[in-house]
């Protein structure tokens, strides 16, 4: 499975972007999809996770202004960015667990996107 996410950008805090992933390669076993995000200086944390018949998890400091979605046909996951703030500023990554029967689930990365909130 290969993840290519776009749309990262410089965009003014209360302003909106949109970032997407498509996924190729063999995404039949795909589970979930979901986005991370990692800012100078730290960690890689979770934002969001889109997972089949589950439903949509977020980290509590984008709940509300954060939305996560999935086009099953286009092997595509969203994440729109409303009212971005400067502490949202990160490379964002593109994520995805592939889970098939009697394997151990799998993970990949996409390439990151970056996004700066200005202030």
């Known amino acids: 499975v290969q993840l290519q996410a776009s749309g990262g950008g410089l965009v003014q805090a209360g302003g909106s972007l949109r970032l997407s992933c498509v996924a190729s390669?063999?995404?039949?076993?795909?589970?979930?999809m979901g986005w991370y995000c990692q800012a100078p200086g730290k960690q890689r944390e979770f934002v969001a996770l889109?997972?089949?018949?589950?439903?949509?998890r977020y980290v509590d400091s984008v709940k509300g202004r954060f939305t996560a979605s999935r086009d099953n046909a286009k092997n595509t996951v969203y994440l729109q960015m409303n009212s971005p703030k400067p502490e949202d500023t990160a490379v964002y990554y593109c994520?995805?667990?592939?889970?098939?029967?009697?394997?151990?689930?799998?993970?990949?990365w996409g390439q990151g996107t970056l996004v700066t909130v200005s202030s």
């Open positions: 994520y995805a667990k592939r889970i098939q029967l009697g394997r151990p689930p799998i993970d990949y």
């Open positions: 390669g063999s995404t039949g076993a795909i589970n979930a």
């Open positions: 889109v997972t089949n018949g589950v439903g949509t």
